[in-house]
């Protein structure tokens, strides 16, 4: 029995142990920034030196698993290769691509497996320079297949890029919108994933954006998102767990049978009938937080969507938007 006992003491203690070391940093973020920095300017220069692409990398990954130092969300565009990007190799880095770098359900998962399993210290969200599926966005193009669901995901981004410079049109307009739309994925990330929404608040990963240039090679970081600290409370605020409502108690048998059946849908009807300005101002703000998950940002910022006016609001009541 004693032998039984350490066999298993033993067991789950490689299991923690294996689990602990699958979430541990690979390397600090600050060095692993300085990797994906260097390596670009390689790459820039012309000087890329190829590591990790021989047989004995790919040995030892498939041995002894992948470690990479961050995980990048970029876009699927054929120009824009981010292992030679930042002249990485076999298991360097963690990438999702997926075009105009948005960040729905797939792509969040794939982050969170990134840093939650893989313990990727830096999230880095890459868009480019041209990009078609920002700019199939700023143009509102006829799009077919399941691309238009894609394209107005990006589309609050042109909005906010909008505001920004009003006057802005064509190349301006376009290359502002780019930069919205990684403001407006990683904005996306902490407001929809609570794990990697605690890594950052938690100082264990480091979310920062950038814009890759297609001709010179050079990538423009962005660093972290101006508004973090507001998103992250804003994010917490919403997704506070709620309270699990108290019973109520039963009412008497006799008191059940002697009240009229017309009563029970007045009674229902009371508390809203009670104070309809908050209530519909709570509907509101919940009809509006499913559309656009960033209608809580606030500051003068680099900030994503604007909220709407009241015009806006009102158009959105009659006729709600679809995702």
């Known amino acids: ?123 880095l969200v890459l868009g480019h320079t041209g990009c078609g599926a920002v700019t199939a966005a700023v143009e509102n193009a006829h799009v077919h297949g399941n691309i238009p669901a894609l394209i107005n995901q990006i589309k609050p981004a042109v909005a906010k890029a909008k505001t920004w410079t009003p006057t802005a049109r064509g190349a301006e307009l376009l290359n502002k919108a780019i930069k919205a739309n990684v403001w407006l994925t990683m904005e996306n990330i902490l407001r929809k994933s609570a794990e990697v929404r605690q890594t950052v608040k938690d100082g264990q990963v480091l979310l920062v ?20 600290g507001k998103i992250l409370i804003a994010a917490s605020v919403v997704h506070k767990p709620k309270p699990k409502p108290k019973p109520k108690p039963k009412p008497e048998k006799d008191a059940a049978e002697s009240a009229p059946a017309a009563d029970a849908p007045s009674a229902a009807e009371a508390p809203a009938k009670a104070k309809p300005g908050k209530a519909a101002s709570a509907g509101k703000a919940a009809a509006q937080d499913e559309i656009n998950p960033n209608a809580h940002s606030e500051g003068a910022g680099e900030l994503l969507a604007p909220e709407p006016d009241a015009s806006a609001k009102s158009a959105a009541h009659a006729k709600p938007k679809h995702k």
């Open 1 to 123: 029995m004693k032998r039984i006992l350490v066999i298993v003491a033993l067991t789950l203690g490689l299991y923690v142990q294996a689990q602990g070391a699958a979430n541990a940093p690979t390397v600090p973020a600050d060095e692993a920034m300085q990797m994906l920095k260097d390596g670009n300017a390689r790459y820039a220069a012309g000087e890329s030196k190829h590591g990790h692409q021989g047989a004995d990398r790919r040995a030892e990954t498939a041995k002894g698993g992948q470690h990479p130092v961050a995980t990048i969300i970029g876009c699927s565009d054929s120009r824009a290769p981010l292992e030679v990007v930042f002249d990485q190799g076999v298991g360097d880095i963690f990438v999702i691509r997926v075009a105009g770098n948005v960040a729905g359900p797939d792509e969040l998962g794939s982050i969170e497996y990134g840093v939650g399993h893989l313990g990727t210290p830096v999230v």
């Open 209 to 228: 954006g950038g814009i890759y240039d297609l001709t010179t090679g050079k990538v423009e970081w962005l660093g972290q998102h101006p508004e973090q």
